[in-house]
């Protein structure tokens, strides 16, 4: 079975930073295009970043750019969302999804799979 698990959210002050891993079963990293989300409440999910293979590196939302970086774990089978500069209006829900095709996108419902979220609390 495919199956995403999304870790490593927590409570951190402004300017703070996380680490979030999101560990891969059934399938192995470089088969999907793996991308992260946020959902905060009475917001739509958003999308954050994707890393595939075939795209090569990782893409980010404008919101992230150059605050939160992706980056593959081969060992463990995960990929990891690195995030700096936390500020109040990035707390949300964080979710990891995967896309079967292996192509990057920014659309929500192209993603195939979903993992359970973790909690991102960033206090002012």
């Known amino acids: 079975d495919v199956q995403l698990q999304a870790s490593g959210g927590g409570l951190v002050q402004s300017g703070g930073s996380l680490r979030l891993s999101c560990a891969l079963s059934?399938?192995?990293?470089?088969?999907?295009?793996i991308g992260w989300f946020r959902e905060a409440p009475g917001k739509k999910r958003e999308w954050l970043s994707c890393?595939?293979?075939?795209?090569?590196?990782?893409k980010y939302a404008d919101s992230v750019e150059g605050r939160f970086t992706m980056f593959n774990d081969y060992a463990d089978n995960s990929v990891n969302l690195q995030m700096n500069n936390l500020k109040p209006e990035d707390a949300a829900v964080y979710y990891c999804?995967?896309?079967?095709?292996?192509?990057?996108?920014?659309?929500?419902?192209?993603?195939?799979?979903w993992g359970k979220g973790t909690q991102v609390t960033v206090s002012s």
């Open positions: 999804a995967a896309e079967r095709t292996g192509y990057c996108t920014r659309v929500v419902p192209a993603y195939d799979y």
């Open positions: 059934g399938f192995r990293l470089d088969d999907y295009a």
């Open positions: 890393t595939s293979l075939k795209d090569g590196g990782p």
